[in-house]
């Protein structure tokens, strides 16, 4: 089954960094772009970033432009998201996701608090 494993949150200062990883098994997931997304607290899912099955394309959300980058390896089924820059706002979970077989599957998520 899919099953999607996210790692790598905590808590960082403002202005710091941090890099999330989400671990993908149970389908072939180098067919599949993947998504990341987040949720504040009291607030709706929010999507963060795309990245294209072989990573030549990827997409950020207009707040997080020049500070987040999503990237991908194929070798370890594993999509990374790379936050730099870190505000107090960007305190979520933050989840992956991909669309398999016309469903939508999410990870346990990974919190990521902001905080000095």
């Known amino acids: 089954q899919v099953q999607l494993v996210e790692s790598g949150g905590g808590l960082v200062q403002p202005g710091g960094s941090l890099r999330l990883s989400c671990a993908a098994s149970?389908?072939?997931?180098?067919?599949?772009?993947m998504k990341w997304y987040r949720q504040a607290p009291g607030k709706e899912r929010e999507w963060v970033a795309t990245?294209?099955?072989?990573?030549?394309?990827?997409n950020i959300g207009n707040s997080m432009k020049g500070r987040f980058t999503i990237s991908r390896d194929n070798t370890k089924n594993t999509v990374y998201l790379q936050m730099n820059s870190l505000k107090p706002e960007g305190t979520a979970v933050y989840y992956c996701n991909v669309n398999w077989r016309a469903k939508s599957y999410w990870g346990q998520g990974t919190q990521v608090t902001v905080s000095s």
């Open positions: 990245i294209t099955s072989t990573g030549s394309s990827t």
């Open positions: 149970g389908f072939t997931f180098s067919n599949y772009h």
